[in-house]
């Protein structure tokens, strides 16, 4: 039997590819244990995720892994996910490495812990030349608040006169995202079965494809990874033009 992944064709593959990593506390609840252990049991679906990615060279991949709201949980849920996210940096980095991954944060990294902030940026530092793909982590991110800092930051540069009022265009505004470094977000995914995008790359999936799916995180592995870049590629991605003016350009 043919596997999805032979499926695919590797000439349409999305550049970037985001996931909302949901559903770890559900998964634990369903076990009858606390919502640690679903964060605890999500670290291989995190392998899975960039496992796949990296096989078939999709060269970015955003990974959803604590948001601003997160902050608001449970204080002992924070600690946990705080040691766990340090945890899981000590143990990966030589696989990021190896894969020849270049490692990337976004978000407000500051509210961090210390020693988390410190093993990000040597984790930063030390793939920062590697090119066989990219793995940025959305670390206390929220998108409400990159955006407004994009605004205060063109703001400021238009009173000093660094600016114009008529300088400022999508390219110009992008270029003050956390994300001025990267493609448009191609694909996002988002496992659990909730249907909503959780203050996630607002503007960097306003032409994304967007694939809601019934798994929880603890339970998404390769195959699944790879059915949604084969739903993706089933779609027709129009970008505001009709299917005949696609035609036209073939």
Not at 7 to 18: F, R
Not at 99 to 104: D, E, P, Y
Not at 174 to 184: Q, S
């Amino acid at each position: 039997m043919q596997s999805i992944k032979e499926k695919l064709n590797l000439d349409q593959l999305p550049k970037h590819v985001a996931i909302i990593m949901d559903g770890n506390g559900r998964w634990a609840k369903s076990r009858g244990e606390e919502r640690t252990f679903g964060h605890k049991h999500a670290i291989q679906a995190v392998r899975n995720a960039v496992n796949a990615c990296n096989e078939i060279h999709i060269p970015y991949l955003t990974l959803y892994t604590f948001s601003s709201e997160n902050w608001k949980r449970p204080d002992d849920e924070v600690s946990t996910l705080m040691g766990l996210i340090s945890e899981t940096l000590l143990l990966e980095a030589e696989d990021i490495f190896s894969k020849g991954l270049r490692m990337h944060i976004i978000g407000d990294i500051k509210k961090l812990p210390e020693l988390v902030q410190e093993q990000l940026h040597q984790l930063v530092e030390i793939t920062k030349n590697n090119d066989r793909g990219n793995l940025i982590l959305a670390l206390s991110y929220g998108s409400h608040k990159e955006i407004l800092n994009a605004v205060k930051e063109i703001s400021s540069k238009v009173k000093s006169g660094e600016l114009t009022e008529e300088d400022i265009t999508e390219e110009v505004f992008e270029n003050h995202l956390y994300t001025k470094e990267f493609p448009p977000v191609d694909l996002l995914i988002r496992t659990s079965g909730e249907v909503r995008i959780s203050n996630f790359l607002l503007w960097q999936i306003a032409y994304a494809e967007l694939q809601f799916l019934d798994i929880l995180w603890p339970d998404f592995g390769q195959e699944d990874f790879f059915k949604c870049i084969y739903d993706y590629q089933c779609k027709e991605r129009r970008f505001g033009k009709t299917s005949e003016q696609l035609d036209e350009q073939l």
